[in-house]
């Protein structure tokens, strides 16, 4: 069952600086464009892509930090309009957003038994001090903080890294969500305890059948977590499918580069082989298909016009020329 979606979410931002158009206006940055994607209940669903394709600026738009310039958000199926208010407060009980740095996201003068008991108070699962101490101890269990004595007092700074990831995923489940937008979760952890963390969060989604969306730019530890991937870039979503069979026989040059960035001890790939360039700027993106200045394989169409999407079968899609000469090859013509 599908319970959160976003459905031609567009996101554009004023530039901050650089130089102004007509009517003195800077051109917008525009960091997300029609980017459709849907969690399943009791689903890890990965977003994959490099620093600045945008993963984050749609995580934030599911979590409705930031309003759609276009385009909707859609939980159980109903469209949410909800930004401030009774409303808001309750969207945000139901769609939980785990940011990247533990330590920015915990207040570093307040112990742990305060930043948990905070969202229980906030809403109302709380009954008594009793109970509240109960319900902490129960979520700092739950993400294997233990024995919880040890943990209830402690300030943020006192935590390892793992550790104070794990009091903000406790933080998210206080409030019983249905959705977990975990951003970049583990990337700033330490090698050695990155497992730790996402088996914690697999764990979680499979027993208390939460929607999960992972995002990261590491392809190979989405394809060892998620059921499926959709991979981004430069602000477009352009291939999804299950997690082994885009892995295994990606179509898009872009993950099939993303594949190859991967560490592998077994392969030696040349120094050329990884220069493709930069990635484009999001205020003056290239025309056609915004792959096409770095892309190894691109047909003359790719510089011109975006490429529709293309199905694959067995739920895998592309946005791709390549994966579609027949109609490439008709754009040409026409």
């Not at 759609?68 to 407060?89: C, D, I, N």
Request: proline share 8%; glycine share 8%; aromatic share 6%.
């Amino acid at each position: 069952m599908i319970v959160l979606e976003g459905r031609n979410l567009t996101k554009h931002f004023t530039a901050a600086r650089g130089p102004r158009g007509r009517f003195g206006k800077r051109p917008p940055v525009r960091a997300v464009e029609d980017v459709s994607i849907a969690l399943r209940a009791g689903t890890v669903s990965a977003l994959v892509g490099e620093s600045g394709c945008g993963k984050s600026t749609v995580a934030r738009l599911l979590a409705q930090v930031y309003p759609a310039t276009s385009g909707e958000v859609l939980l159980r199926g109903e469209p949410v309009r909800a930004h401030r208010g009774a409303a808001f407060k309750d969207y945000r009980r139901q769609v939980q957003l785990i940011f990247q740095d533990p330590f920015a996201s915990l207040n570093p003068f307040h112990r742990v038994r305060y930043h948990l008991a905070r969202p229980l108070r906030i809403h109302g699962h709380v009954r008594s001090d009793a109970h509240e101490r109960e319900l902490i101890a129960e979520l700092l269990e739950r993400v294997s903080l233990t024995p919880v004595e040890q943990f209830m007092d402690k300030l943020p700074h006192e935590l390892s890294g793992g550790q104070r990831q794990r009091v903000a995923i406790a933080r998210a489940l206080a409030v019983q969500p249905v959705a977990l937008i975990a951003d970049e979760p583990v990337s700033m952890l330490d090698v050695s305890i990155r497992l730790g963390v996402l088996r914690l969060l697999e764990r979680l989604a499979d027993e208390s059948g939460l929607a999960l969306l992972y995002i990261t730019h590491d392809i190979a530890s989405a394809r060892y977590f998620a059921e499926d991937i959709t991979v981004m870039y430069a602000g477009r979503l352009i291939e999804s499918g299950p997690s082994e069979a885009l892995t295994q026989s990606a179509r898009h040059p872009y993950t099939r580069l993303l594949l190859e960035s991967a560490p592998d001890p077994d392969r030696v790939t040349p120094p050329e082989a990884t220069r493709h360039g930069e990635p484009p700027s999001l205020i003056d993106p290239p025309g056609g298909c915004r792959f096409h200045p770095r892309c190894p394989v691109a047909l003359p169409v790719c510089s011109s016009e975006a490429p529709g999407r293309t199905e694959l079968g067995e739920g895998r899609w592309t946005h791709c020329w390549q994966a579609d000469p027949a109609s490439a090859g008709s754009v040409l013509t026409s």
